[in-house]
T-cell receptor, first 113, second 114 residues
Framework: DQQVKQNSPSLSVQEGRISILNCDYT??????FLWYKKYPAEGPTFLISISSIKDKNEDGRFTVFLNKSAKHLSLHIVPSQPGDSAVYFCAVEGGTSYGKLTFGQGTILTVHP | DTAVSQTPKYLVTQMGNDKSIKCEQN?????MYWYKQDSKKFLKIMFS???????INETVPNRFSPKSPDKAHLNLHINSLELGDSAVYFC?????????????FGPGTRLTVT
């Protein structure tokens, strides 16, 4: 049972445009949401997070939006840069799984110059 | 100056063998993790240790045995390797448990069982 889904396996955008990555989850008890970025042959690195008491968190070019009623999370990158090309994973925590992150299967983002 | 290191980076072995993957973190973190990334690219937690104490143990075959000699190290020993164990294994650490504490990942160990 996939509790966290990233339905788009890949996304391609032009440099300077906005990239929007989406994530859906099933358990309304989840209360902490994160995005990780992964380059080939490296481990994931933390990007940005949001707790369930907020609906938006911004850090430079990266903004995470949380829609609790829709159980939907999104990451906006604007403006997108070629160096943003990577795999992006959303992850959730909470409910009965405190301390345990559950990851989506990732979305490959390619930013073209 | 690597924060979380794993050895080896690649491991090719035959079914039935026993192998170990080592993980070390120099961040002074209290909590360490092992994740498995399978062929479908899902990252799934296997184990979590806090100050050498096991706190998360997911549904993992008991052929997998983590060992934490001190809080800077969390090694993964796998007995009687099977084809389905082929995956990339990531070690991670965080200051403390809980998602509010960022997890730092190692580069991964690609295990291939033939």
């Amino acid at each position: 049972d996939q509790q966290v889904k990233q339905n788009s396996p890949s996304l391609s955008v032009q440099e300077g445009r906005i990239s929007i990555l989406n994530c859906d989850y099933t358990n309304s008890m989840f209360d902490y949401f994160l995005w990780y970025k992964k380059y080939p042959a490296e481990g994931p690195t933390f990007l940005i997070s949001i707790s369930s008491i907020k609906d938006k968190n911004e850090d430079g070019r990266f903004t995470v939006f949380l829609n609790k009623s829709a159980k939907h999370l999104s990451l906006h990158i604007v403006p997108s840069q070629p160096g943003d090309s990577a795999v992006y994973f959303c992850a959730v925590e909470g409910g009965t799984s405190y301390g345990k992150l559950t990851f989506g299967q990732g979305t490959i983002l390619t930013v073209h110059p | 100056d690597t924060a979380v290191s794993q050895t080896p980076k690649y491991l090719v072995t035959q079914m039935g063998n026993d192998k170990s993957i080592k993980c070390e973190q120099n961040l002074g973190h209290d909590t360490m993790y092992w994740y498995k990334q399978d062929s479908k690219k899902f990252l799934k937690i296997m184990f979590s240790y806090n100050n050498k104490e096991l706190i998360i143990n997911e549904t993992v075959p008991n052929r997998f045995s983590p060992k934490s000699p001190d809080k800077a190290h969390l090694n993964l020993h796998i007995n009687s390797l099977e084809l389905g164990d082929s995956a990339v294994y990531f070690c991670a650490s965080s200051l403390r448990g809980g998602a509010a504490h960022e997890q730092y990942f190692g580069p991964g160990t690609r295990l291939t069982v033939t």
